[in-house]
């Protein structure tokens, strides 16, 4: 095989599918940017909206999901996070699109309907005209369980639609599960077109330096990617968030020797030995939280990762209301729709169970009663109250012991590393995607086409 026919074999198209809308004619709640994205989308038939938090993807994921049905006349389903379900028909609700909550097939109605990513296997998925998959990021497992399930299920349903933030620090695999939900490429065809494996981190990959240029014109063919309305040549008025205060409380963990054995005792904060440390410093750091949280002038959330922090905390704060893993959906949702009206002053919880997909602009003060190393978890968790739309400076408390600082020093470096990326990301697709519709299309055949520098070396 010579190296044209190889190139051949690599080619690359993402042609639109979907259906054309004038976007004047579009849910007038909506911003004029937000029309442009929907008619994009709709006109992609296929797209990803990776928005940062507040930008209104729940509104714009429901006029796209009306959209389709209108034209289609087939029901739509959107598959959502656990506890967002409620929040989302009342979004519907005010924007004057009925949204339907589902348990099950039964419950589905010829409309736009919505259930939990843990629901799937009770639904038939071929009777979906279209699928929207709000927080999209549990695609983000290269190998995992739901997302091949999710792809499975899903790979002949004519029009899909994935909603979430940027993609989390160094991690592009994430876009390309995207682009395999979508049915635009296998995630190990573009690996071997963009990516050489990272010899720094086994079982990573990176993007070829020389193909960054290329990656990013394929990338915002079919999606868009923006941190605020102005990346797609809009006006950011109404978008400039207020301050964002982390503010670290350090607490003294106890060195004072118990045994003979801990003479010598070598702290261990890696990612599999900080529990130990965790619960030494328990006591302390959820002292040191209640002080805060029982400040009874304002609402708070307080995060936690352990069961006994839980415990602790709640005796601690005692107008707080707790929720853990193995409580009921229903009670979950009342908990969260109580919180932002305001019936909840305090709640408990771990990012795992309200750190996702939720607004909780009602509120401007939050606890992290300990960290562990996972920064999408804290990005999240944060991004729940410093969103477009908080009227207020938001306060983070970071509560630690002095022996789990590193966590910090990772955090940080991760925050610093998605900006960076987000940058990159904007700089790169800013020059493509404030087109109204990109189609990516390597053609060799096509006398006019130049042969990029780094396949030419290559």
């Known amino acids: 095989m010579n190296y044209e026919s190889f190139l051949k074999n690599k080619q690359v198209r993402t042609m639109p599918t979907g259906i054309d809308v004038d976007e004047r004619t579009l849910n007038p709640n909506a911003f004029d940017w937000q029309r442009h994205c929907i008619s994009w989308s709709l006109a992609r038939g296929k797209a990803a909206l990776f928005e940062d938090c507040g930008l209104g993807k729940t509104l714009q994921q429901l006029v796209w999901a009306d959209e389709i049905h209108k034209a289609t006349h087939k029901p739509v ?35 736009i309907n919505i259930t939990n990513y843990e629901k799937l296997d009770k639904f038939d998925t071929n009777t979906f005209g279209a699928v929207v998959l709000d927080e999209s990021s549990i695609l983000k497992s290269y190998m995992g369980k739901t997302k091949r399930l999710i792809i499975e299920k899903f790979k002949d349903c004519e029009y899909r639609l994935a909603c979430t ?14 682009a395999e939900f979508l049915g635009i490429m296998r995630s190990n065809e573009a690996l071997s077109i963009w990516f050489i494996a990272d010899q720094t981190q086994s079982g990573k990959y990176r993007l070829k ?63 599999t030995g900080y529990h130990k440390e965790r619960r030494r410093t328990l006591e302390a750091r959820c002292q040191k939280t209640a002080e805060y949280a029982n400040d009874k002038n304002n609402q708070y959330v307080v995060w936690c990762g352990m069961n006994d922090e839980a415990d602790k905390l709640r005796k601690l704060i005692p107008d707080a209301v707790e929720i853990r893993g193995s409580d009921k959906a229903e009670k979950k949702e009342s908990a969260a729709m109580g919180f ?25 003060n939050s606890l992290f009663c300990g960290m562990d190393y996972s920064f999408e978890n804290y990005y999240q968790a944060v991004r729940r109250f410093y969103r477009f739309g ?36 904007a700089d790169a697709v800013r020059e493509f995607q404030t087109a109204k519709l990109n189609t990516y299309h390597l053609d060799l055949s096509e006398k006019s086409y130049n042969m990029p520098n780094w396949l030419k070396g290559a």
């Not at 305001?342 to 509120?363: A, D, E, H, M, T």
């Not at 002095?402 to 925050?415: F, G, M, V």
């Open 209 to 271: 330096k020389h193909a960054e240029r290329d990656f990013w014109q394929w990338v915002s063919s079919w999606a868009v990617c923006i941190s605020k309305p102005s990346d797609i040549g809009y006006s950011d008025d109404g978008y400039i968030l207020p301050e964002l205060h982390e503010n670290d409380v350090i607490v003294n963990s106890s060195t004072a020797l118990t045994a003979f054995t801990d003479i010598a005792r070598k702290v261990d904060t890696s990612a």
């Open 390 to 425: 908080q009227k207020h400076e938001v306060n983070i408390w970071r509560v630690l012991g002095d022996t789990e600082k590193n966590i910090l020093d990772a955090i940080n470096r991760k925050a610093s590393m998605k900006e960076q990326m987000q940058h990159s990301m």
């Open 165 to 178: 933030a940027t993609p989390a620090p160094n991690d592009l695999m994430e876009l390309l599960n995207h």
């Open 340 to 364: 932002v009206a305001g019936n909840i002053r305090v709640l408990i919880s771990k990012p795992s169970i309200f750190g996702y997909g939720l607004n909780f602009q009602n509120c401007h």
């Open 77 to 111: 389903v959107i598959l959502s996070p656990l506890t967002v379900a409620a929040q989302t028909r009342a979004e519907g609700i005010k924007f004057g699109i009925d949204v339907n909550i589902c348990e099950n097939q039964a419950d589905v109605k010829n409309g």
